[in-house]
């Protein structure tokens, strides 16, 4: 049938964050105490659970006291309808071909299908929004016809169900170009009434798996998502218009630790796949959070059926409530904070929303036209009749090269699904490293102003505001390094899955089977293989070059900032040996970040309150150079993201010290072809940063060039005692292999430099190691 999809108007939406404390349940009352103040109603306070802090713990910040701020947030005394009254107005757009989504959020027993479903005294949001949904159908004046249809599934461990159906065979989902994610086979049944829903819904809700757990005797052990369709039919003088909207409505499983519940066997299996889709739902909501914020591409929708389902919900054409649900008891203080701290990224997450129109021409040409593609149709389909009923009376031997074809479908299918995934994941992970190497940058940053500031603030506010930042930067760190231990696991059963669909494809080639179709499959499987290693690295090596210019950018930023100009410093390196490959950007004086009495628009600190510049900001924060590394630098199995000491940011070591890329900062040697001569030789890369560097820094403070030679020599002294460069002209820097804290003795370097008085005589170098992004 011909459908015309009007041009749609999108808006954009922001996703409406609410939080519901319910009350303490009788067996809490007994052993548990309130931790929940909702103030406002827009801020929750989670109190610090361990009674025994004073009020000295309390002003110093050593409690752990958290606050936050959502659109609404209700007390144990507010009821659904409460809720339901300041969240309605998503669900008004639904019989106007809008889409809304609204879902429950918690951990388990913190009264998720209490909020969705209710009771019969307190009915809960799918009631509420159904008798919405048909009374705005009653009150419709429009001659327009009116259809609602619904549908109710669930997910159990990955596998979806037809709720509306007795004894419902697995379903799937299918990506449908014009209507997105859906389920093939899902029973969409027209209702007349609320009632009629309502009925649904209890018979469905009754084919639920629930289970007792010790925290809660009715436990939800399936998401269950139900969808209301409404149709619109608008007819005119220039045709028929179908306006289709629709509301979702879940209900998430419970997530618990199984150390908490004592569940084992089939419920800890439950458990994890629980755990797993709402984890997988946790960093989507994660990324889509940061991409609002600093604009990350991936969303790993694909990580679990929950989240594909609820990707229209979670970032497409929806309006999109989430209610966060807690528990106020003491005893569940991490799964608030945890359940609150999602919610408080969710606010970050935009929808863009528009009316899913289609419309249908029903001038006299127009039903000729669909008349003969009908009578097409059918042709088509008769012919398809005969085909499969000669096949039921094939030979059967034929009927064994069929099945075997269907079985080469399946196992294809399965070889693409098995690399699509696999890319997934990797992106995943890439992603997260990326994201925790910013933000261990920003944490040493973070380090460096809390101790200047303790220095020098009195009443200790800004120190506060700093430590609270920093708090967040090592939430999102351990989070993040959670999630990747998770991506890990999960490339490794991708990998073994890989492994096995390599061996029954070359099984079946030993077997003689199709031949042919196999070799192209095991190419196929093998070039996709290949095809997501360099996908991976191309995105490393753009990160990469990304990040090398920026860092370049901003070392001649600070050199010309510093009062030297572009020929003297092309001249010198001239002079040196070394020749400077790519053009320099033009800047224009003066150098704003170089300005004591004004914040670098480069500076990170510029975010923090009363830390107007880090004494060392144009160096520190600008030259964000472990970046490149954590991606690259890949030494004897290690991923090595080095650690990097403070205060070598305000020397030149960080030249030489860390560099492993030889296009690094875009020089090179002039004597020899080969970069590597240049930074990758400690011994002659001394010799040269010698050279060149204490030039330069004669003009930078008023110590000689002797002064800065002997303080260099004095460290590169140090260095070589503790064995890292007596091992030969090649030897590479080997940081992985330094057991401990490593110390460069800077004493004289940074006082000729006189950049700013030293924290310590002394920069340590920690080795840090991580996992690499699996090749
Ligand atoms: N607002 C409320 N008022 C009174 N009781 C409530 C409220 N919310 C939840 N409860 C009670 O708390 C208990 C747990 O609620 P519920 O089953 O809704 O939690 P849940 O988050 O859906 O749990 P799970 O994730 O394990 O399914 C139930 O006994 C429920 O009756």
Not at 56 to 71: A, G, H, P, V
Not at 214 to 237: D, F, G, Y
Not at 444 to 458: G, N, P, Y
């Amino acid at each position: 049938m011909p459908s015309i999809r009007a041009p749609a108007t999108k808006q954009t939406a922001t996703l409406m964050v609410a939080v519901k404390c319910r009350p303490l349940t009788d067996v809490e009352r007994l052993r548990s105490r309130n931790i929940i103040q909702v103030t406002d109603d827009k801020s929750v306070i989670v109190l610090d659970p361990d009674l025994s802090k004073d009020y000295l713990d309390r002003i110093q910040n050593r409690t752990k006291e958290k606050r936050y701020s959502f659109d609404h947030a209700f007390g144990p005394e507010c009821t659904n309808v409460d809720v339901y009254q300041r969240i309605s107005s998503t669900i008004a757009g639904v019989i106007q071909g809008l889409n809304a989504t609204i879902f429950a959020y918690g951990s388990t027993g913190s009264g998720k299908t209490y909020t969705m479903v209710g009771t019969h005294r307190d009915p809960g949001l799918m009631v509420l929004s159904l008798h919405t949904i048909f009374d705005l159908i009653k009150k419709d004046k429009s001659s327009d016809v009116l259809e609602v249809s619904c549908s109710y599934l669930e997910v159990y461990n990955e596998v979806i169900y037809d709720l509306l159906v007795k004894s419902s065979g697995h379903l799937e989902l299918r990506e449908d170009p014009e209507n997105g994610i859906i389920v093939a086979g899902l029973r969409n049944i027209k209702v007349q009434s609320a009632d009629k829903i309502l009925e649904l819904l209890h018979v469905g809700n009754s084919r639920r798996k629930t289970e007792s757990t010790e925290v809660n005797a009715t436990s939800s052990r399936s998401h269950a998502v139900l969808e209301i369709t409404v149709k619109r039919t608008q007819r005119n003088q220039y045709g028929t218009q179908i306006l289709r909207g629709k509301l979702a409505l879940v209900d998430l499983a419970g997530s618990e630790r199984a150390s908490e519940t004592n569940i084992a066997g089939q419920k800890l299996r439950d458990g994890a796949n629980i755990n797993k889709s709402l984890l997988a739902l946790a960093n989507c909501i994660n990324a889509l959070g940061k991409q609002q914020k600093r604009g990350l591409a991936y969303v790993p929708y694909r990580n679990s059926k929950l989240t594909r389902i609820l990707k229209d919900g979670l970032s497409g054409n929806s309006r999109t409530v989430m209610v966060a649900t807690i528990s106020p008891a003491d005893d569940q203080y991490h799964h608030t904070v945890n359940t609150l701290k999602y919610a408080d990224r969710a606010k970050e997450i935009k929808t863009q929303i528009h009316k899913n129109i289609g419309t249908v021409d029903t001038h006299v040409e127009d039903y000729k036209r669909m008349i003969e593609n009908l009578k097409v149709e059918v042709c088509h389909l008769r012919e398809e009749l005969a085909d499969k009923e000669s096949q039921l009376n094939l030979k059967p031997s034929e009927k064994a090269a069929d099945e075997e074809l269907s079985w080469l479908d399946v196992l294809s299918c399965e070889t693409s699904e098995n690399v699509q995934e696999r890319i997934n994941l990797q992106k995943a992970l890439f992603e997260l490293e990326e994201t925790n190497t910013r933000n261990r940058i920003e944490l040493q940053h973070l380090d460096d102003a809390i101790a200047k500031q303790q220095v020098i603030e009195r009443d200790g506010t800004v120190v506060h505001a700093l430590r609270s930042r920093r708090q967040v930067i090592l939430d999102n760190i351990r989070d993040n390094d959670e999630a990747g231990t998770g991506y890990r696991k999960e490339i490794e059963l991708n990998e073994t899955r890989q492994c096995q669909l390599q061996s029954m494809i070359d099984e079946a080639i030993n077997s003689n089977g199709n031949k042919t179709y196999l070799h192209i499959l095991s190419q196929y499987r093998l070039l996709g293989m290949a095809n997501t290693e360099l996908q991976f690295e191309m995105a490393i090596r753009e990160q990469v070059i990304h990040n090398q210019r920026e860092a370049q950018r901003n070392l001649w930023n600070m050199l010309m900032g510093l009062g030297l100009d572009q020929k003297y410093l092309m001249d010198l390196a001239v002079k040196q040996g070394i020749t400077i490959e790519e053009p320099i950007t033009p800047f224009t004086k003066p150098f704003p970040f170089l300005d004591h009495t004004t914040s670098s628009p480069y500076s990170p600190y510029q975010q923090y309150p009363g830390i107007n510049r880090h004494p060392f900001a144009s160096q520190a924060c600008v030259l964000q150079h472990h970046q490149d590394f954590s991606s690259t630098a890949y030494y004897k199995g290690q991923y090595n993201a080095h650690g990097l000491c403070r205060q070598e940011h305000h020397s030149s070591y960080y030249l030489f010290s860390h560099d492993h890329s030889p296009s690094y900062l875009g020089m090179k040697h002039q004597a020899s072809e080969s970069p590597s001569s240049c930074f990758f030789t400690p011994v002659k890369l001394a010799r040269d940063t010698h050279g060149f560097y204490s030039e330069l820094r004669t003009r930078l403070c008023p110590c000689t060039k002797e002064d800065i030679t002997s303080s260099l020599n004095e460290d590169f002294e140090q260095l070589r005692k503790e064995s890292c460069l007596d091992r030969g002209p090649t030897a590479k820097f080997p940081y992985s292999n330094i057991p401990g804290p490593y110390h460069i003795n800077y004493k004289t370097l940074s006082s000729c430099a006189d950049l700013s008085k030293p924290q310590s005589q002394f920069a340590t170098i920690r080795p840090r190691t991580c996992n690499p992004p699996r090749p």
